[in-house]
């Protein structure tokens, strides 16, 4: 819709714009020109005025307009065009075969018969005209009930045509429905169905909390002035919490969906993607983000292990960092004492080892170590030890200490075991 302007031969043309391609994209060849003259002199014609478009690929078309500045007539051109009133022209060929509908078209307007005074014109429009179903594609707005059918000889079939303005912003819409048959006469037909959107919709509110989980996950709390992103179709918008970790923002429907993201020093970023919107709704989602520092967890608890000569057994020593949010690097020594870790000797000898000694456990993840026993370089008896677990990475839990004890026996557990099962009740 391009609406009134008024022209006069000792006046520069009367020029505007208009964005293409935004509710039906496609390849444009023609137009359709609509208008109604309510002001034009006694010797004037209406189709005196030139227009001349200009595509957004380059390709321009003129029309109308007085002896020699004529390139291609109006259909209402000439004599008969003297009085006020509506005009249509339809140039279906224009632009063949056919221009890209991508960008922004132009439009000039001038009165070119040199003696003609002030001709106003009210209610312009220019339709583009599209290659009819070039280019197939899903319309948010539009839907039929059925797709396919059979219809027999004399008969006919009616389909159901859903329009919904759900989410859509004011303006004009345009779509085409494409009837593909094995008609000889119209093997595809463009139905043209147009819908014009008024007013504007209720915004969406868009709302919830951010809070830090804190050390290990375990210490939660409300995050003041942290920035909330909401990045839509057309638009990137932000807020910020309040003193109570709060935000609560209204987003144009037409934006949905949108991805809600927060990003804040010393965290992991959390994101939720894919938010719909409805006119007056009111979404929740709350923001929990989690401390970007490891979390160690290791288990403190005393091992034990019970050999016979020459025998070999071991046991498995978690290293957590399931809530961290960051890597955690570890390692293990071995000291006859608690006091022994703070050297990181391995003086223990060779009854015990730790298999691997360092590692690194990574975001929400979880090392296995192997404590390895062996009683073929130890004589009957106790042995104790500490393996020193060193997660310094974790300023808060950088060391655990774990005591670890083997008790050799002179006899092999086994023997012990088959020597008790021989004894029969009966004897």
């Known amino acids: 819709s391009i609406g009134g302007f008024t022209v006069n031969p000792n006046d520069a043309p009367v020029t505007t714009s208009v964005p293409g391609g935004a509710t039906n994209p ?21 189709s005196d005025m030139r227009m001349v478009i200009t595509s957004p690929a380059g390709p321009t078309y003129s029309v109308g307009g007085l002896g020699a500045g004529i390139v291609n007539e109006w259909d209402f051109q000439g004599g008969g065009s003297t009085n006020a009133g509506s005009y ?18 132009g439009f000039s307007f001038e009165h070119n018969w040199d003696d003609g005074t002030d001709m106003t014109w009210a209610g312009v429009e220019v339709t583009l005209l599209k290659q009819p179903c070039e280019s197939v594609q899903d319309i948010s707005w539009l839907s039929t009930d059925t797709t396919s059918g059979t219809i027999a000889p004399g008969g006919d079939s009616t389909i159901q045509v859903q329009v919904d303005a759900t989410g859509l912003s004011e303006g004009d819409y345009s779509a085409q429905i494409c009837v593909n048959s094995n008609a000889t006469n119209a093997s595809i037909v463009a139905v043209p169905v147009s819908l014009e959107v ?22 939660p ?66 923001m929990e983000m989690i401390l970007a520092e490891p979390c160690a967890v290791v288990d403190d608890s005393v091992m034990n292990m019970t050999l016979g000569p ?17 890597t955690l690097g570890w390692s293990i020594s071995l000291a006859q004492s608690p006091q022994g870790c ?37 004589t009957t008896g106790t042995y104790q030890g500490y393996a020193c677990v060193f997660t310094s990475d974790d300023s808060n839990n950088p060391l655990t200490v774990i005591e670890v004890n083997l008790e050799v026996l002179s006899v092999s557990n086994e023997i012990f075991d088959d020597r008790f099962e021989e004894i029969s009740p009966n004897r």
């Open 221 to 286: 709390d409300s995050f003041a002035g942290v920035e909330v992103t909401i990045t839509g179709q057309n638009n990137t918008l932000t807020t910020t919490t309040d003193a109570a970790g709060d935000y609560s923002i209204g987003v144009a429907v037409s934006e949905g969906p949108v991805n809600i993201g927060v990003d804040h020093v010393n965290h992991l970023p959390v994101s939720v993607t894919g938010v719909a919107l409805s006119p007056g709704q009111t979404i929740t989602n709350d």
């Open 198 to 219: 008024t007013g504007t919709p209720d915004p969406a509110t868009l709302n919830g909390n951010v809070r830090s989980l804190g050390y290990c996950q375990g210490n």
């Open 342 to 378: 703070l050297s990181r000797g391995t003086s223990v000898g060779d009854w015990l080892a730790a298999v691997p000694s360092s590692g690194t456990a990574g975001i929400g993840g979880t090392d296995i170590v192997s404590m390895e026993f062996n009683s073929n370089v130890a």
């Open 88 to 105: 249509s022209s339809l140039h279906d060929d224009a632009f063949a075969p056919g221009t890209e509908d991508a960008g922004t078209w």
């Open 26 to 46: 496609g390849s444009v060849v023609g137009f359709r020109f609509d208008g109604e003259v309510t002001t034009i002199g006694t010797n004037d014609w209406a």
């Open 310 to 326: 020459n025998e070999t057994n071991s046991l498995s020593l978690d290293i957590g960092n399931a809530d961290g949010g960051a």
